[in-house]
């Protein structure tokens, strides 16, 4: 069974700070891996997803990188401005299109 | 392109009472899926439509919880009688298929509070 593990819970840091969020997974065959970011009350939003063939997507700020074969993950976020406050979500794919997703990392980017 | 659609975004009802959801993939979607997410918690598969067969309801509580998909594109998820456990955000995605990512595109949510 598919476990996503997110760390740390919640991080703070202080506005233009660059921050890693870590994502870690249990069953390395993954058809990909996407980030995504959870403002409060509302849905998701999907950030990067990267293919279990690749190592890495960009975006902007964001950076997530995949090492498949040791079932991790990072987002990288350079430059931080407090409009980055949100929750981000890890998730995985491993059959059947079904996403198994993490508990999220809380971030707050103070002014 | 419009997104995946919700309704109702918020409600409120007391336990053993019954509620309905309802979503709008979006156009072309063959795929749906409804995710209920606890607070503080990532969210979690209820059930997954290809068209309007189920795929997957492995997590889904059948002696409360059931779902439908007529026509292969609207959905309704129902809850009878609802617990104060129920309480979570009821998400709903839909992805083409086709798209060799198998990218999903999720709702804005409902927010059920059962009291």
């Known amino acids: 069974k598919q476990e996503v593990t997110q760390i740390p819970a919640a991080l703070s840091v202080p506005e233009g700070e660059n921050l890693v969020l870590n994502c870690s997974f249990t069953d390395s065959a993954i058809y990909n891996l996407q980030w995504f970011r959870q403002d409060p009350g509302k849905g998701l939003t999907s950030l990067l997803l990267?293919?279990?063939?690749?190592r890495e997507q960009t975006s902007g700020r964001l950076n997530a990188s995949l090492d498949k074969s040791s079932g991790r993950s990072t987002l990288y976020i350079a430059a931080s401005q407090p409009g980055d406050s949100a929750t981000y979500l890890c998730a995985v794919m491993s059959g059947s299109e079904k996403l198994v997703f993490g508990k999220g990392t809380k971030l707050t980017v103070n002014p | 392109e419009a997104g995946v659609a919700q309704s109702p975004r918020y409600k409120i009802i007391e336990k053993r009472q019954s509620v309905a959801f309802w979503c709008n993939p979006i156009s072309g979607h063959a795929t749906l899926y409804w995710y209920q997410q606890i607070l503080g918690q990532g969210p979690k598969l209820l059930i997954q439509?290809?068209?309007?067969?189920?795929?997957?309801d492995s997590q889904l509580p059948k002696d409360r919880f059931s779902a439908e998909r007529l026509k292969g594109v609207d959905s309704t998820l129902k809850i009878q009688p609802a617990k104060l456990e129920d309480s979570a955000v009821y998400l709903c995605?839909?992805?083409?298929?086709?798209?060799?990512?198998?990218?999903?595109?999720f709702g804005p949510g409902t927010r059920l509070t059962v009291t």
């Open positions: 439509f290809q068209n309007n067969g189920v795929v997957d």
């Open positions: 990267i293919q279990s063939s690749q």
């Open positions: 995605a839909s992805s083409n298929g086709r798209d060799v990512y198998y990218e999903q595109y």
